[in-house]
């Protein structure tokens, strides 16, 4: 089925387009080209999870042929507008569900709970993902640029705070950063990363992902660097960044949806919560019910235009605490006194773990 969507990004790069300036872009735009290929061969490189390897740019490990090309075309080329909304995460945290639930929220006076588009429609396909769709897609988000006026457009983003251009951090727009617990990270994405891992690369084992991960060697990592600055933005522009946990989303769903519409400007009426819309919202993208629609059990996401990955393979377990039954007594006490020490003075903490027993 194909979604008409009510928000969605049209013109990435400008409002309105004159041949004029969409030729001075498109040189623009061959100019990033030239410096990624230059650049690309510079930079530092680490063992990769589902690629050969990351590289190293601006403190985060990056894969080369699409995080990085997606840093540069947002660092150079994006267009951000007052109103957007951008779902950022690290991966692994939460950015399927929150996708839907950000979808949902938004729309929610567009579509009945029981024909809802999220019933047809994998999450993924909800907004795009602006890291790989701002350089795979520019004819087509030229093309439709006249549906610009519709706002406001939504993205989802694994960008590092630090790495944003500084217009997208000053134009006002709204960012949801949700965070989730580092050794269910790990879990997920390890588990992830080795189904789309090229059969010629040897699987991943546990132990090389733990290893790589406490290096700080994982996708769009430091996972720490990538939390805390979120954290200390949501601090410094309380009104433009909200800050989530997974696990309070899991444990308080109520509030903190009811919290993450309000932050949005699309707070729940009294007269919709006491007609179960909160509720509905939740029941609608619960791990439940999404990962049993026939959308996300058979369904193919196109993520970038050399990987095509199986819906389902977004929702595994969706659980808090599974580290558990993978992780070693050693391996548990190693990440968390990591965490403990980079987290060390933010105020940020993941659960109760024993390190924060023990007053290092
Ligand atoms: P991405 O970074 O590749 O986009 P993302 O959606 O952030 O992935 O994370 C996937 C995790 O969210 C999976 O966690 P798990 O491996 O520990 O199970 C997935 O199961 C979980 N997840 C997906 N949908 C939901 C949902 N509706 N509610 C709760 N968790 C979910």
Redesign the pocket.
């Known amino acids: 089925m194909t979604l008409a969507l009510v928000s969605s990004p049209q013109s990435l790069y400008c409002n309105t387009l004159t041949s004029s300036n969409e030729n001075a872009e498109k040189e623009a735009i061959e100019k990033t080209y030239e410096k990624f290929d230059i650049l690309v061969e510079t930079l530092k490189k680490g063992k990769g999870w589902m690629t050969e390897y990351l590289v190293q740019f601006q403190g985060f490990w990056l894969s080369p042929s699409s995080a990085l090309k997606g840093v540069l075309f947002v660092q150079n080329h994006f267009k951000s507008q007052p109103s957007d909304i951008f779902l950022a995460?690290?991966?692994?945290?939460?950015?399927?569900?929150f996708?839907?639930l950000i979808y949902a929220t938004i729309n929610r006076s567009n579509y009945s709970f029981n024909t809802h588009p999220l019933l047809y429609t994998g999450?993924?396909d909800c907004f795009p993902f602006l890291d790989a769709f701002i350089y795979q897609d520019y004819l087509v988000s030229h093309s439709t640029s006249s549906n610009n006026h519709l706002s406001p457009r939504l993205f989802?983003t694994?960008i590092p705070y630090g790495l944003l251009p500084k217009s997208m951090i000053t134009s006002g727009s709204k960012f949801v950063y949700?965070c989730r617990e580092p050794k269910?990270v790990l879990?997920?994405t390890w588990?992830?990363m080795n189904k789309l891992r090229p059969k010629h690369l040897l699987p991943l084992s546990l132990h090389e992902a733990f290893q790589m991960f406490c290096e700080g060697v994982s996708h769009y990592g430091p996972y720490w660097d990538h939390v805390l600055g979120y954290w200390k933005a949501s601090f410094k522009y309380p009104n433009n960044v909200l800050f989530i946990k997974?696990e309070d989303m899991?444990k308080e769903p109520l509030f903190h949806l009811k919290k993450l519409a309000s932050f949005l400007g699309k707070p729940f009426s009294e007269k919709e919560e006491k007609e179960g819309v909160v509720k509905e919202v939740l029941k609608l993208?619960?791990?439940d019910?999404?990962?049993n629609l026939e959308v996300n059990k058979t369904g193919i996401l196109r993520y970038s235009s050399r990987i095509f990955v199986n819906n389902c393979y977004?929702?595994?377990?969706?659980?808090v605490g599974?580290w558990q039954n993978y992780l070693t007594e050693e391996m548990v006490k190693h990440l968390d006194l990591i965490t403990m020490q980079k987290l060390k003075g933010s105020g940020l903490t993941f659960g109760s773990p024993d390190y924060l027993k023990l007053n290092l």
Do not use: M, Q
């Open positions: 995460t690290s991966v692994k945290c939460g950015t399927t569900w996708r839907a999450p993924h989802a694994h949700i269910d879990i997920s588990l992830f997974y899991k993208c619960s791990f019910n999404l990962s977004f929702f595994r377990k969706g659980e599974d």
